[in-house]
C-alpha cells in the first residue's frame, strides 16, 4: 500500500483547505485512517481518526474546525480544514492504522 497526499497549499487565517490522501491497493477499506502533522521543530502529533464504523476522533487544537472523512470507492481519506489558523502550519501526512503506512506528506501555511 502507498498513500499520497495533497491539497495543501498557502491560505490565510480563516480559510479552508481540503486535503487528500489516496490510496493504492486493496487495504484501504480495511483500516482505520488518520491524520497527523509536524511543525518545524516539533514532534509529529495526531490531528484526527475514523475507525471503520465511522466514528471520529480530534485533537482538542482542531476539534470543531476539521473534519475527517473517507470514500472507500476511490480509496480516499479527506480532512477538511476551516477557520484555519497560523498554529495550523505544518506538514500534513495520512496513515493507514492497519499496516502502519504513511503518506509523503503535505505543507499546509496559514499566513496572520
Known amino acids: 500500500v502507498q498513500l499520497q497526499a495533497s491539497g495543501g497549499g498557502l491560505v490565510q487565517a480563516g480559510g479552508s483547505l481540503r486535503l487528500s490522501c489516496v490510496a493504492s491497493g486493496d487495504r484501504f477499506r480495511d483500516s482505520a485512517v488518520g491524520w497527523y502533522r509536524q511543525a518545524p521543530g516539533m514532534p509529529r502529533e495526531w490531528v484526527a481518526s475514523?475507525?471503520?464504523?465511522?466514528?471520529?476522533n480530534y485533537a482538542d487544537s482542531v476539534k470543531g474546525r476539521f473534519a475527517i472523512s473517507r470514500d472507500n470507492a476511490k480509496n480516499t481519506a479527506y480532512l477538511e480544514m476551516n477557520n484555519l489558523k497560523p498554529e495550523d502550519t505544518a506538514v500534513y501526512y495520512c496513515?493507514?492504522?492497519?499496516?502502519?503506512?504513511w503518506g509523503q506528506g503535505t505543507q499546509v501555511t496559514v499566513s496572520s
Open positions: 475514523r475507525v471503520l464504523g465511522g466514528a471520529t
Open positions: 496513515r493507514l492504522f492497519k499496516c502502519d503506512t
